[in-house]
């Protein structure tokens, strides 16, 4: 049986009492006393989820959260599974069910497509993410793969040992105009589903799942901003949620922090042809429609802010043919993000450099603990 906290708008004064004692109810004679500890009155939202799309500077943010967390004193609860963003009815339960139970405030990250709280009984939380130009997204994590960043390529291969020689130095045109897999849908229907959801419906590209990831871009998340514009992106999430993200601009600006900015890039990165660029063009015409949206939104928010912001174009929709996609009704593995832990023992060997009131340690709750690093804004990965 799943347990949910009360949100703060809707908590009654019966629970705030509960609360502030402890979880044991007051009688009528207790409230003439005055408690002898400060309440804690938990922050709106106190239940936030950033299910961060691959490739989109979330091991940059991931890090933030890390110092953020032991600054303000939320709860940040990640996962040690980085690589399954498609789960089955049972998987889904058992997740929201880990997470509604963790300690508010908090906040959850993981690599995952959206979830629909309320579907299982749960409380919807608020969810926040953050996406990036399709092409880019898709060629920072094709060289990704084969070379990794900073550490080099020897590195990179010993931990993709399953790549076979070929596989890892083809030719990024040869890909594309040879149409391999890798290179050709559904793999490249990567960003929709994150925002979509679990339907199988999600998967395939195609209208549906595109008006239904922008249908719950209105109604569940508060905030879904560009990489290419990742300080504005910081500077609103400090605005709307102060409690987890005060002061996160300064930190992402801090010289120190900028020291870790190129383990995030990805090396060995070479431009495709403009006869491969437009054939991408044309088989992600549906993450660009939803692409150009989110900027839109975004940058419509940002007026409304007095932000200045540069003029978006409409999406355009040319009439392209989306090959028909894979069908299958098992969740597929996501090799994205499946080598994260690295960056734990960069943040250890790192944190004893770092001046006083940077060291941070995530709270556990029965989640491994992860972390990102600070990136560049050349290429934030």
Not at 122 to 147: A, E, M
Request: overall charge neutral; hydrophobic content about 35%; charged content about 25%.
């Amino acid at each position: 049986m799943l347990t949910h906290a009360i949100p703060l708008t809707w908590m009654t004064m019966d629970h705030l009492l509960v609360r502030m004692n402890g979880g044991k109810k007051w009688g009528p004679a207790s409230l003439h006393y005055t408690p002898v500890f400060t309440p804690m009155v938990l922050p709106f939202p106190s239940q936030v989820v950033y299910n961060r799309v691959g490739k989109c500077g979330s091991r940059t943010v991931v890090l933030l959260l890390r110092i953020l967390s032991e600054k303000h004193g939320f709860n940040l609860v990640t996962s040690d599974i980085h690589n399954k963003t498609r789960l089955t009815k049972n998987e889904q339960m058992e997740l929201i069910k880990n997470i509604s139970t963790a300690e508010q405030p908090y906040l959850f990250t993981r690599h995952v497509h959206f979830l629909n709280f309320s579907r299982f009984g749960g409380d919807q939380p608020v969810y926040i993410n953050i996406i990036r130009d399709p092409v880019s997204r898709f060629l920072s994590n094709y060289f990704f793969r084969r070379f990794g960043d900073w550490r080099g390529e020897q590195n990179h291969m010993i931990r993709t040992p399953s790549m076979r020689q070929e596989e890892r130095y083809l030719d990024i045109n040869e890909c594309i105009l040879e149409n391999y897999p890798e290179c050709s849908n559904p793999r490249l229907f990567y960003i929709i589903p994150y925002f979509c959801g679990q339907h199988p419906r999600c998967r395939e590209p195609g209208e549906w799942a595109l008006e239904r990831a922008k249908l719950n871009v209105n109604e569940n998340f508060l905030l879904v901003g560009i990489l290419e514009e990742l300080e504005d992106v910081l500077l609103l999430l400090e605005r709307f949620l102060p409690h987890y993200f005060k002061g996160v601009l300064s930190i992402y600006k801090d010289p120190e922090h900028r020291k870790l900015g190129n383990m995030t890039v990805t090396v060995k990165k070479t431009v495709p042809s403009p006869e491969a660029v437009q054939i991408l063009y044309q088989r992600m015409r549906y993450e660009y429609e939803f692409y150009h949206y989110v900027k839109e939104q975004f940058h419509l928010l940002k007026r409304k802010l007095g932000l200045k912001s540069r003029t978006s174009r409409p999406p355009l929709r040319p009439q392209f043919f989306i090959p028909t996609p894979l069908e299958t009704d098992e969740p597929i593995d996501d090799e994205e993000q499946d080598d994260e832990k690295w960056l734990e023992d960069i943040y250890k060997s790192h944190e004893e450099k770092q001046p006083e009131g940077w060291v941070c340690q995530t709270q556990h709750t029965g989640y491994e603990v992860e972390s990102g690093a600070a990136a560049q804004n050349k290429d934030i990965d």
